[in-house]
T-cell receptor, first 118, second 114 residues
């Protein structure tokens, strides 16, 4: 079974600084998807960024980028120019590709609570 | 309404009650999911529905009973729950087989079992 590990229960960063959240995963699959989701205090889970394992290029979305190391099974999230609105729980998630046998759920890590210091 | 909606947002029930959680997606997706989010535990997948057919039941106790009457609506029927079932229940939807099959989440129902 796949597992996702987030080793940082809590991280704190000064506003406008850069922070990196760690995620490692375990799988025997060669093709899969990785995600970072953000859950602000209002509880709505929002997709931050997505990475396909077959793509070597790291995904980026504005101030958010990932460092995907497939051999090391590592998928970290870098947030540049941190803003107060970035404060939230961040979850790393894994999913196998749709194979025609039906939809697959996500496997989540325990999350990292990100605090932004003004 | 846009995205994925869930009702009620908060629910308090006794162990002998029967209640239902409702989820509706307005995204035209063909798959829907129930997740359980407990304190200090990873989100746990409970059920998956693809084209209204249940494709996964992740060893969930029978006191949780899902229903998917169509691809836009998903229910979770609750009966004889235990206090340890208190959690945030999240619904999600996705378009399986599409260009991107990212899951989109609703705001959740905060369930408290007394």
């Amino acid at each position: 079974a796949q597992t996702v590990t987030q080793s940082q229960p809590e991280m704190s960063v000064q506003e406008a600084e850069t922070v990196t959240l760690s995620c490692t995963y375990d799988t025997s699959e060669s093709d899969y998807y990785l995600f970072w989701y953000k859950q602000p205090p209002s509880r709505q889970m929002i997709l931050v960024i997505r990475q396909e394992a077959y793509k070597q290029q790291n995904a980026t979305e504005n101030r958010f980028s990932v460092n995907f190391q497939k051999a090391a099974k590592s998928f970290s999230l870098k947030i540049s120019d941190s803003q107060l609105g970035d404060a939230a729980m961040y979850f790393c998630a894994y999913r196998t590709p749709y194979s025609g046998g039906g939809a697959d759920g996500l496997t989540f890590g325990k999350g990292t609570h990100l605090i932004i210091q003004p | 309404e846009t995205g994925v909606t869930q009702t009620p947002r908060h629910l308090v029930m006794g162990m002998t009650n029967k209640k239902s959680l409702k989820c509706e997606q307005h995204l035209g997706h063909n798959a829907m999911y129930w997740y359980k989010q407990s304190a200090k535990k990873p989100l746990e997948l409970m059920f998956v529905y693809n084209f209204k057919e249940q494709t996964e039941n992740n060893s969930v106790p029978s006191r949780f009973s899902p229903e998917c009457p169509n691809s836009s609506h998903l229910f979770l029927h609750l009966h004889t729950l235990q206090p340890e079932d208190s959690a945030l229940y999240l619904c999600a939807s996705s378009q399986v087989g599409g260009a991107t099959d990212t899951q989109y989440f609703g705001p959740g129902t905060r369930l408290t079992v007394l």
